[in-house]
């Protein structure tokens, strides 16, 4: 099964700078996630994006945090201002459906470093 | 808000036998359950899944068990092998959004 493709695998950036993660979908999945996984922890839900809006987002998911599809394939997660509990892998999922046995496949993450 | 929860961080097991991880969950709601596996620096992969609707589902070495009058299901393997070394993440999916929230993972090594 075709897989999700992030860039970049790693990120290292200064705190209060803007970084922004890349995810290539199949272009035919209407739905797309973020999750992310601070070293040690949990994956935690982020935000998901159906029909090219935010349809639910965590707590997590302030105004710091934005997403987009601009040109119809490219699925980005931008941070403004980051700080250093920003650090984490975060992984982008895509699902054909979000019912019945449609499963989220999750791409391989990128890896933030705020110094 | 743990409503996802893997009580065992590590499991070790020998090669050959039964390797079974545990997860136990709060809200009613989900209407799937999923375990995945990750490798260091890799994503989650998806290993096998489960309806609330059903109590078993088998695919290989590995089956999933739901009790769900105990908000409860577990994932054997058997024979585990060590390629099934990696971190296991219960996760359940909220059945209106697609959301999957996960446990914190258990790690299972495999000793040859």
């Known amino acids: 099964e075709p897989e999700v493709t992030q860039t970049p695998s790693h990120q290292v950036t200064q705190m209060g700078q803007e970084v922004i993660l890349r995810c290539v979908p199949i272009?035919?999945?209407?739905?797309f996630y973020w999750y992310r996984q601070i070293l040690g922890q949990k994956v935690e839900f982020l935000v998901s994006f159906y029909n090219n809006e935010i349809s639910e987002k965590s707590e997590i998911f302030d105004d710091q945090f934005s997403v987009e599809r601009p040109d119809g394939s490219n699925f980005t997660l931008k941070i403004r201002s980051t700080k250093l509990e920003d650090s984490a892998m975060y992984f982008c999922?895509?699902?054909?459906?979000?019912?019945?046995?449609?499963?989220?496949?999750f791409g391989a993450g990128s890896r933030l470093t705020v110094l | 808000d743990q409503q996802v929860k893997q009580n065992s961080p590590s499991l070790s097991v020998q090669e050959g036998r039964i390797s079974i991880l545990n997860c136990d969950y709060t809200?009613?709601?989900?209407?799937?359950f999923l375990w995945y596996k990750k490798y260091p620096a890799e994503g989650p992969t998806f290993l096998i899944s489960i309806s609330s609707i059903k109590d078993k589902n088998e695919d290989g070495r590995f089956t999933v068990f739901l009790n769900k009058s105990a908000k409860h299901l577990s994932l054997h393997i058997v024979p585990s092998q060590p390629g099934d070394s990696a971190v296991y993440f219960c996760a359940s999916r909220d059945g209106n959004t697609g959301k999957l929230i996960f446990g914190q993972g258990t790690t299972l090594q495999v000793k040859p």
């Open positions: 809200n009613s709601m989900f209407d799937y």
């Open positions: 272009s035919n999945h209407l739905y």
């Open positions: 999922a895509r699902a054909l459906g979000r019912s019945g046995a449609n499963v989220l496949t």
